[in-house]
Structure formats: C-alpha cells, structure tokens
C-alpha cells in the first residue's frame, strides 16, 4: 500500500531535549515536505526537499533542522524545543510530475 | 508569491442542505487549486484539484468546485450534506509550474464543517 508513515503519533517532551520525527515513504517520490498545522493558521511549510541532499527552507523554518540521506526519508529535527513548537506536524511527499501530494497521518507534538 | 484565504473558519449545515465553502486565492502565475479534507485523527486526503483544464471540477464524496479567474476564487459545493462531511476543509494553491506536489502548496487557514442533523 502506497504510504507516507510518520513517527511517532504522539509525543510530549520538555523544553531544551533534542527529538527526532520521522517520515518515510514507499512510493519512490522525489519531493517531501514537512508542514505544522496550528489552530486559525491551517498548514504552514517548515521545509521541503527536491530529492536526495537537495533541501530548502519553506516559511516557518527556524528551529528546525532537516536532512535527506536517502530517497525515501526525511526526518525532521527539533535541536531545542521550545512550547512555541508544540503543534501538529505532517509530513507529504509527490513525485516529480507533481499530480498529487501525499500526507502522513501526522504527529501531535507537545513541549512543555 | 500566492496566498489562500478561506471566508470562515466554521461553518455549520443542516443534513440534507446546500455546503458551500468559500476560497479566493492570489498568484503572481497561473495557479493549481486544491481542496484537502482531514477527518479527525487523520492526515489530509485530496478531495479534488483544478490544472487548468475544465474550471468545473468533480471529485470524490460528490463535492465539486468551479475555477473563476476574473474572481480569483474556487469555491467548493456539495448539494447536499451528509452526517459523514463533518471535517476540516483546506483549500491550497500551487504554482502550475509545480504542479501542486509537496514542495509549492500554500494553505488557507481552514474551514470546520459541522452538520446538524
């Protein structure tokens, strides 16, 4: 089944502890792209990728870090978190032609 | 540079009735347009999507949009709601050039359907 998986679904953690948020996809796309959904703001892009080692900021990056080692993940790096992090986070992935993004189920991240 | 705006963060329908939910976009190239849905608990799923062929668009769960450009909008409708619709509505613009994939969506805010039975 074609699929964008992210993990994990839920995490609470405390302000300063470095995580790591995990994407991945099976459907061999060259585009991924990680978004944070907050209350009256929809989904604002955080950062995107157009293939492997070729990422980009999009309009929210700071305080995030991401890397593309490999085609099919795309992980997302909180250094130092912070409560304004706390948010929803997805993950979406297309190919290069680009007909269609697909998302994750998303992962509700708390920092208290 | 484009941007969404959604009129209305909630609306609310009665079973059986018109929905109608209202986007206006802005793009300094011709644009793709998009509506997502998200159920609660779940990702956003493609709801229907406009790449400048016919300007009225069908897609699934019998929503439809219509693409006007001398208004800038692409307002989704659906004839009648069901208990089922209740979710929340995203509609995006993406430059054509990037075809609307994950790295060039831009959101409106949102808009929360709730149905009455």
């Known amino acids: 089944e074609a699929q964008v998986t992210q993990n994990p679904r839920y995490l609470i953690t405390v302000t300063g502890k470095k995580l790591t948020v995990t994407c991945s996809q099976n459907m061999n796309h060259e585009y991924m792209s990680w978004y944070r959904q907050d209350p009256g703001l929809g989904l604002r892009q955080i950062y995107y990728?157009?293939?492997?080692?070729?990422?980009d900021k999009g309009d929210v990056p700071e305080g995030y870090k991401v890397s593309r080692k490999e085609k099919r993940n795309f992980p997302l790096i909180l250094e130092s978190p912070s409560p304004n992090q706390t948010s929803l986070y997805f993950c979406?992935?297309?190919?290069?032609?680009?007909?269609?993004?697909?998302f994750g189920q998303g992962t509700r991240l708390t920092v208290v | 540079a484009q941007s969404v705006t959604q009129l209305g963060s909630h609306v609310s329908v009665s079973e059986g009735a018109l929905v109608l939910l209202r986007c206006n976009y802005s793009s300094s190239v011709p644009p793709y347009l998009f509506w997502y849905v998200q159920y609660p608990n779940q990702g956003l799923q493609l709801l229907l999507k406009y790449t400048s062929a016919a300007t009225l668009v069908k897609g699934i769960n019998g929503f439809e949009a219509e693409f006007k450009k001398s208004e800038t909008s692409f307002h989704l409708t659906k004839p009648s709601a069901h208990m089922s619709d209740a979710a929340e509505y995203f509609c995006?613009?993406?430059?054509?050039?990037?075809?609307?994939?994950?790295?060039?969506?831009?959101f409106g805010k949102g808009t929360h359907i709730f149905i009455q039975p």
């Open positions: 995006a613009v993406s430059p054509a050039y990037s075809g609307g994939g994950a790295d060039g969506l831009t």
């Open positions: 990728s157009m293939n492997v080692e070729v990422t």
């Open positions: 979406a992935s297309s190919n290069r032609l680009n007909t269609e993004a697909f």
